[in-house]
């Protein structure tokens, strides 16, 4: 395969290659590479990876968020059955 400078650009025909993305394998121009952890990405590839990111941090948000409501449910439960045994001493 040639080196990436003397072909051209996957999105910008017109361009020189400056980079190729590791992840899909397409010559990209200085414009439409991007480096991320040491390693050349095109722009379209670094989307998907930061739409998995993100749905990944949304998942993790979500057990957070059951996780508190399942502890207030608990620890509302208790106190009312602490209540309850408190009144029915009383009476």
């Given at each position: 395969?040639?080196?990436?400078v003397?072909?051209?650009?996957?999105?910008?025909?017109?361009?020189?290659?400056?980079?190729?993305?590791?992840?899909?394998?397409?010559?990209?121009?200085?414009?439409?590479?991007?480096?991320?952890?040491?390693?050349?990405?095109?722009?379209?590839?670094?989307?998907s990876?930061?739409?998995?990111?993100?749905?990944?941090?949304?998942?993790?948000?979500?057990?957070?968020?059951?996780?508190?409501?399942?502890?207030?449910?608990?620890?509302?439960?208790?106190?009312?059955?602490?209540?309850?045994?408190?009144?029915?001493?009383?009476?």
């Amino acid at each position: 395969m040639a080196s990436p400078v003397f072909q051209s650009c996957a999105h910008h025909p017109d361009r020189r290659g400056f980079a190729l993305c590791m992840s899909c394998r397409k010559v990209v121009c200085q414009e439409c590479a991007t480096t991320w952890d040491g390693v050349n990405h095109c722009r379209t590839c670094l989307e998907s990876r930061g739409a998995a990111v993100l749905s990944r941090k949304r998942v993790r948000t979500w057990v957070g968020c059951a996780i508190f409501c399942v502890a207030a449910f608990a620890m509302t439960a208790r106190g009312l059955a602490w209540s309850a045994a408190m009144l029915a001493r009383l009476w």
